[in-house]
């Protein structure tokens, strides 16, 4: 049994032996690195930043009532095109208590004056008849019989529009009418019927009852952010793309930038505004949110390369690898321009014909047609080594 056993251990340390052996000669072995190339290209170079915002109408009106009452009647919603003047509810005057007590009082005391002053005209009337006073002294009283008539009518008519919210002498009924102030289309109906609604007042905006815009005049609405806002002005052209229409894209013109900035989630953004042109097929309605390019250079049909393949030395100099024979490389210096975050133009340094070396960090081969230096492969995956 003990013999047996020695077998096991002896067999089992020289299987150990052996597995050692064969790890130190797997690491000890050379691996070989096949790098993938690629070629520049010809390409449009496109520098652009990226502004979010929404597409809301240029102009757009808030109809308030002219004075404080309740909603009797809506002839209007949402969706429905306008012209100015057309009705769009009724109010129904609530008399306030105060008020109405105020202007009675001011028609007692101008019905009291208006009678003293019929007495004092009538009496001096009877005078002139008696040769007792000239008749520029009764002219006088005629003239005050006058105005105190004028201030009766205008008591009274202060009454009515206190009690109906309009005098009678203006041809108008106990209810006011609140009319459309321009043409377009009612985007908007905040009140109901029933609703409380409050003129507007140095205290008080009043109580909105619909909001009219003209949707055939859209802008777009959107921040860019301080880093960026620099690089744009008036007039440049924009793209914009509507987050509900995805087949679409909408041409802009960029109309207005912010001269401050304000906080927006904790980074200082600029408000622009850029008209859109529309498209007859196309409806477009308020509040898309949207996103809009904004081209801040370009050039076309440059010689270009993938930004992932270039090489920066200590001094900042920007070089790439050009495969001499395969999988020979030597640095080559270049000089660059535009780039777009992805592909950047070569001024000088390389063409069209040769190969560069994708590095370890840029991923596969993206552009132009590249090969490994085994066989002439198609590119693949990041080199192995």
Same mark, same amino acid.
């Given at each position: 049994?003990?013999?047996?056993? &020695?077998?096991? %251990?002896?067999?089992?340390?020289?299987?150990? /032996?052996?597995?050692?052996?064969?790890?130190?000669?797997?690491?000890?072995?050379?691996?070989?690195? @096949?790098?993938?190339?690629?070629?520049?290209?010809?390409?449009?170079?496109?520098?652009?930043?990226?502004?979010?915002?929404?597409?809301?109408?240029?102009?757009?009106?808030?109809?308030?009532?002219?004075?404080?009452?309740?909603?009797?009647?809506?002839?209007?919603?949402?969706?429905?095109?306008?012209?100015?003047? !057309? =009705?769009?509810?009724?109010?129904?005057?609530?008399?306030?208590?105060?008020? #109405? *007590?105020?202007?009675?009082?001011?028609? &007692?005391?101008?019905? /009291?004056?208006?009678? $003293?002053?019929?007495? !004092?005209? +009538?009496?001096?009337?009877?005078?002139?008849? =008696?040769?007792?006073?000239? !008749?520029?002294?009764?002219?006088?009283?005629?003239?005050?019989?006058?105005?105190?008539?004028? =201030? %009766?009518?205008?008591?009274? &008519? *202060?009454? =009515?529009? @206190?009690?109906?919210?309009?005098?009678?002498? $203006?041809?108008?009924?106990?209810? %006011?009418?609140?009319?459309?102030?321009?043409?377009?289309?009612?985007?908007?109906?905040?009140?109901?019927?029933?609703?409380?609604?409050?003129?507007? *007042?140095?205290? *008080?905006?009043?109580?909105?009852?619909?909001?009219?815009? $003209?949707?055939?005049?859209?802008?777009?609405?959107?921040?860019? +952010?301080?880093?960026? #806002?620099?690089?744009?002005?008036?007039?440049?052209?924009?793209?914009?793309?509507?987050?509900?229409?995805?087949?679409?894209?909408?041409?802009?013109?960029?109309?207005? /930038?912010?001269?401050?900035?304000?906080? /927006? +989630?904790?980074?200082?953004?600029?408000?622009?505004?850029?008209? #859109?042109?529309?498209?007859?097929?196309?409806?477009?309605?308020?509040?898309? &949110?949207? $996103?809009?390019?904004?081209?801040l250079d370009e050039k076309k049909q440059v010689l270009s390369v993938r930004e992932a393949v270039v090489q920066y030395d200590d001094k900042k100099q920007p070089y790439v690898e050009i495969e001499t024979t395969p999988q020979v490389f030597v640095r080559k210096d270049i000089k660059v321009g535009l780039s777009d975050g992805i592909k950047i133009e070569v001024l000088s340094g390389v063409d069209k014909a040769d190969k560069i070396k994708i590095p370890d960090n840029a991923g596969p081969a993206g552009m132009g047609s590249g090969s490994g230096a085994a066989g002439g492969k198609p590119p693949?995956?990041?080199?192995?080594?």
């Amino acid at each position: 049994m003990k013999r047996i056993f &020695s077998w096991f %251990l002896g067999l089992f340390v020289l299987a150990l /032996i052996a597995m050692a052996f064969m790890y130190l000669y797997k690491k000890s072995k050379t691996q070989v690195t @096949v790098w993938q190339t690629e070629s520049a290209e010809v390409a449009d170079i496109t520098k652009k930043t990226v502004a979010t915002g929404s597409i809301v109408p240029r102009q757009s009106v808030d109809v308030k009532p002219k004075v404080t009452g309740v909603i009797s009647e809506l002839y209007v919603a949402p969706g429905k095109v306008v012209k100015k003047d !057309e =009705q769009l509810a009724k109010i129904q005057i609530i008399p306030d208590a105060q008020g #109405v *007590n105020s202007a009675a009082s001011q028609v &007692s005391t101008a019905r /009291i004056s208006l009678d $003293n002053a019929k007495r !004092e005209l +009538d009496r001096e009337e009877g005078l002139f008849k =008696q040769g007792v006073v000239a !008749e520029s002294e009764l002219y006088k009283f005629r003239t005050d019989y006058e105005l105190q008539k004028q =201030q %009766l009518e205008l008591a009274g &008519s *202060n009454l =009515q529009i @206190v009690r109906e919210g309009a005098s009678r002498s $203006n041809g108008k009924g106990s209810t %006011l009418i609140v009319s459309a102030t321009v043409d377009g289309t009612v985007i908007d109906v905040p009140i109901k019927v029933g609703y409380s609604v409050i003129q507007a *007042n140095s205290f *008080n905006p009043g109580t909105t009852v619909a909001t009219i815009a $003209n949707m055939d005049d859209m802008i777009f609405d959107g921040h860019v +952010d301080e880093a960026e #806002v620099a690089k744009i002005k008036e007039g440049m052209p924009l793209v914009i793309k509507v987050g509900a229409i995805d087949k679409d894209k909408f041409d802009g013109k960029l109309e207005y /930038i912010a001269p401050q900035g304000k906080e /927006i +989630d904790g980074a200082i953004q600029f408000e622009i505004k850029a008209a #859109v042109a529309q498209k007859k097929d196309v409806y477009i309605r308020a509040g898309y &949110s949207a $996103n809009a390019d904004i081209v801040l250079d370009e050039k076309k049909q440059v010689l270009s390369v993938r930004e992932a393949v270039v090489q920066y030395d200590d001094k900042k100099q920007p070089y790439v690898e050009i495969e001499t024979t395969p999988q020979v490389f030597v640095r080559k210096d270049i000089k660059v321009g535009l780039s777009d975050g992805i592909k950047i133009e070569v001024l000088s340094g390389v063409d069209k014909a040769d190969k560069i070396k994708i590095p370890d960090n840029a991923g596969p081969a993206g552009m132009g047609s590249g090969s490994g230096a085994a066989g002439g492969k198609p590119p693949g995956p990041p080199p192995k080594k």
